[in-house]
């Protein structure tokens, strides 16, 4: 017997939770498959942005509450381990668990009518008829299909024959350690702790999430990198006990131009569309999984399913410029003469560091910037270099 639905979703993170609920609240029967029982656990610093946090509740009609989030209240950046600037009263941002914050979404997605699947394993996968096998020997078949199952995509490989390219992408470290076990649990961001990335420290209610990323292909050695900023902060690790450290690939400003194929669409990090500088995908995650849920709630009322991939991508072309406005940005800070004068830069000129977290909090997108404003970064970092070499 083949189990019939309108929609199949396989991932029900943020992007896959989003697809439901919309797809669902708009009458169609869906499908949304997980190879995890909710609650479970997820490497992501769980930082949500005001953007993301617009998008939750335009989707799901959730909004920020103490039980779920804290909100930081003061941000510190940094540059291996020397402060470059310490602001209070900065644009806002929630931090959540997201082992918690998924749980939170999945459940508003099945209170929508969504049929969850969970824990499952996929055993096949047929783009060209839609159809799925699980490890149990169950069919099911849809007229369309969204992949929003990770960076490592099973829907991805399907249809591409692989998800990224791991040394194009993102590699990070994370783990969870006890509050008590920091003396200041200021939210900070180190543009230092990797190359071509950042560390993190974000304190949650109980606990403190410390992190670091950057492009997989210019980090070597990774873990020496998290060691190091793990030292910084928490010196004597050894009286602390044993950690339990994570490790997990992201797409970090390579997008896929054309998010699917046929009857499939991507959403999320399968996809790609994660901020290049940042690292944050939460929000793009639920405003592509919103679109795609879109895009398939409209074809199917036409009765052109083939048409959903096309509207789809058309949605999401303004998350395209934005990650692409972001990459120029990111090259030039990365750059390796700019990156030692960065920090004395930003330092030096408090609006960079404003605009930075601005970025961050979802207050500014990358095309508010303009050409204008990166040519005035381009000539503060030009002159701060000029200086350095003239010293």
Avoid at 27 to 33: E, I, N, W, Y
Avoid at 306 to 335: M, P
Avoid at 345 to 359: E, F, G, I, K, Q
Wanted: net charge positive.
């Amino acid at each position: 017997m083949v189990l019939k639905f309108d929609l199949i979703i396989i991932g029900s993170g943020p992007a896959g939770s989003a697809s439901a609920m919309t797809a669902a609240k708009a009458g169609l029967s869906v499908a949304l498959l997980d190879k995890s029982a909710f609650p479970r656990d997820k490497l992501c610093g769980g930082a949500v942005t005001g953007r993301a946090a617009r998008y939750m509740d335009e989707i799901f009609g959730l909004a920020p509450d103490s039980d779920l989030f804290l909100e930081a209240d003061r941000v510190r950046l940094a540059f291996r381990g020397q402060a470059i600037t310490c602001q209070d009263n900065f644009p806002p941002f929630q931090m959540t668990m997201r082992q918690a914050f998924d749980a939170r979404l999945h459940h508003l997605a099945i209170t929508a009518g969504a049929q969850v699947f969970a824990p499952v394993r996929i055993t096949a996968l047929d783009p060209e008829t839609a159809q799925v096998t699980l490890a149990d020997g169950r069919r099911m078949q849809a007229t369309l299909i969204i992949g929003a199952d990770g960076a490592n995509s099973l829907v991805a490989r399907a249809i591409f024959g692989r998800a990224f390219d791991p040394a194009r992408i993102g590699f990070g470290l994370e783990v969870e350690l006890d509050r008590n076990q920091f003396s200041d649990t200021t939210t900070e961001i180190d543009l230092g702790a990797a190359n071509w990335g950042y560390g993190w420290v974000f304190p949650k209610h109980k606990s403190v999430t410390l992190g670091v990323f950057g492009i997989h292909a210019r980090n070597s050695d990774m873990k020496t990198h998290f060691n190091r900023y793990l030292a910084r902060h928490v010196p004597d690790m050894a009286a602390a006990g044993p950690v339990r450290c994570k490790g997990a690939f992201l797409p970090f400003g390579t997008y896929r131009k054309t998010p699917g194929a046929g009857r499939v669409l991507l959403a999320g990090d399968a996809a790609g569309l994660v901020d290049p500088i940042t690292g944050e995908g939460i929000g793009w995650a639920m405003r592509s999984g919103q679109f795609a849920g879109q895009a398939a709630v409209a074809a199917l009322a036409a009765g052109r399913p083939d048409t959903a991939l096309t509207t789809y991508q058309r949605h999401l072309t303004c998350v395209h410029r934005e990650i692409d406005a972001a990459r120029r940005i990111r090259a030039l800070i990365y750059a390796r003469p700019v990156r030692a004068i960065f920090p004395r830069a930003v330092a030096h000129n408090p609006s960079m560091s404003r605009t930075y977290l601005r970025l961050l909090a979802g207050e500014l997108d990358y095309a508010d910037l303009g050409t204008r404003v990166l040519f005035r970064l381009a000539r503060r970092l030009g002159g701060s270099l000029l200086r350095r070499q003239t010293a």
